[in-house]
């Protein structure tokens, strides 16, 4: 494909002037053992961005060509003490190119690597388009760092969009082979071969008798669910070499939301690990074919394919701001690679990709009347809003609303705004709380506060539950600079304990 390439005074950028800078972000955590301890693995966050070359300004510098410049400050904060565990900048230039055709051809993208310890971080990417004002954007994400054990761990799986062998040590290449990153876990109908990669460590926590392992992999419409096509792919790991570049066939996958399963077991078929990977299509299915009936020829060899007419759905009538919308009220009840599917389909400006993510969504809740779950689901942002507006916020932009979608209607609220030497806050108290783990959380509590008097809505400043803010350091935030620690009589200090 090529781009429009639009030309001006020095500076020039592909397509329309103003095009916002578009970045991607992926991550996945490998491991590599301690050196003091064999046994026990160090967990590596890899972060990989790429930038849409369309989206950048370029200048011509005399005897050299055409070049970008950019810079990328990358954060990653902890989530426990809201501090900065690392922050580095990096300014990176384009090779320069002889004429506009040749950008066309170019890609923008990196990898970096950050050792951490165990623990919940959110990611925070920012670009930067040297040669334009303001032409920048900043991307969010989370990651839960598991803590490390003296068994065998199993990366989740890193969707591809390629891999093929390449020895030379260099950035994209592990265990022998070059690879590209799928960013946004999306396939468009240009490619029609999944890849993915899973790496193991501790390998000697195992018995021989385990070798070789096997990694079997299917698709399905449901985390977890019934394969489709009945096709599994079967690698075999050898315990010299420990990892698995894998490859599915998708060409007759179509339009629609999909899960990557995993399951890797022994020699003797002993379940070992299993992961479920969100991933979404956008290939429409062939036309149906018009069967002339012949005399004599009951069977037509044709398959029936359905064909989904986005027009005839509820999802038709949405303009595209009203579908990023719904987006966001998706996203408290998203999790993973799906979570981040839709954080990156707000970026698109692509109303049928957003149209697909949506109505199949729904369609998983209700296969037969998917627009009966949409309508379920509008109740239940209508009931948000009227407790959560603030202002121009609709409440399930709120903190207190993403919970509440998240979680359901708490079993108790206290309510504090007037405690002495305190911050306005709220406890919500939940029985039963239901985890996204499966788990199930007994006296589940979630401590909201007003950063100021004049903050116009409470925050979430810690709670009790996996995978939310757990911030030890709470009360240096709740209680006021002039209690000096004297708040033991707090009704915060009865439900959080020290």
Not at 253 to 270: D, P
């Amino acid at each position: 494909m090529k781009f429009v390439v639009t030309f001006f005074i020095g500076i020039f950028a592909f397509g329309m002037v103003g095009n916002a800078l578009e970045a991607h972000l992926s991550k996945a955590i490998f491991y590599v053992n301690y050196p003091s301890n064999p046994k026990l693995a160090q967990p590596i966050l890899y972060v990989y961005w790429n930038i849409n070359p369309q989206t950048v300004h370029y200048v011509t510098v005399p005897q050299q060509g055409i070049m970008a410049k950019l810079q990328l400050i990358g954060q990653i904060l902890s989530k426990e003490t809201h501090k900065v565990v690392r922050c580095d900048t990096y300014t990176f230039q384009t090779p320069p190119k002889a004429n506009p055709n040749e950008l066309a051809l170019m890609t923008i993208m990196s990898e970096h690597h950050y050792p951490l310890q165990p623990g919940n971080y959110t990611l925070q990417f920012t670009f930067i388009d040297n040669n334009a004002l303001n032409n920048e954007v900043t991307l969010t994400d989370s990651v839960l760092i598991p803590q490390p054990e003296s068994a065998l761990i199993a990366s989740e799986p890193l969707l591809l969009d390629t891999f093929y062998r390449y020895e030379e040590h260099t950035k994209f290449q592990k265990n022998g082979c070059r690879y590209m990153p799928n960013y946004g876990n999306f396939y468009d109908k240009d490619i029609n071969f999944l890849g993915y990669y899973i790496e193991l460590g501790n390998t000697n926590t195992l018995q021989k008798s385990d070798f070789p392992l096997y990694c079997e992999a299917e698709l399905s419409k449901r985390k977890n669910g019934v394969g489709i096509d009945n096709k599994i792919v079967i690698d075999t790991i050898y315990e010299a070499n420990p990892y698995v570049w894998g490859k599915m066939d998708i060409s007759r996958v179509y339009s629609g939301n999909y899960y990557l399963n995993i399951t890797l077991k022994t020699a003797n078929f002993k379940p070992l690990a299993n992961f479920s990977t969100f991933f979404q299509r956008l290939k429409s299915a062939p036309p149906i074919p018009k069967i002339t009936p012949q005399t004599g020829s009951a069977d037509t060899g044709i398959e029936q394919v359905n064909v989904l007419n986005l027009d005839k759905t509820f999802v038709a009538k949405f303009d595209l701001p009203k579908l990023k919308a719904i987006l966001k009220m998706l996203m408290p009840l998203l999790e993973g690679n799906e979570a981040q599917a839709a954080k990156t389909l707000l970026k698109n400006t692509d109303r049928q990709y957003i149209q697909y993510f949506i109505y199949n969504y729904f369609q998983r809740l209700n296969e037969k009347k998917p627009e009966t779950a949409w309508k379920e689901f509008t109740a239940k942002i209508i009931h948000v809003n009227k407790l959560f507006n603030i202002g121009a916020t609709p409440g399930y932009e709120t903190e207190r609303g993403y919970i509440y979608l998240k979680y359901g209607e708490p079993d108790e609220i206290i309510r504090l705004p007037n405690e002495r030497g305190s911050q306005p806050y709220e406890i919500w108290q939940y029985n039963v709380l239901n985890e996204r783990s499966g788990k199930q959380l007994s006296n589940g509590l979630v401590l909201f506060y007003k950063p100021s008097a004049t903050d116009p809505d409470y925050k979430i400043l810690h709670t009790n539950i996996t995978a939310e803010l757990h911030n030890l350091g709470w009360r240096n935030y709740l209680y006021l600079p002039q209690m000096n620690g004297e708040n033991d009589a707090s009704t915060a200090e009865r439900y959080f304990p020290r």
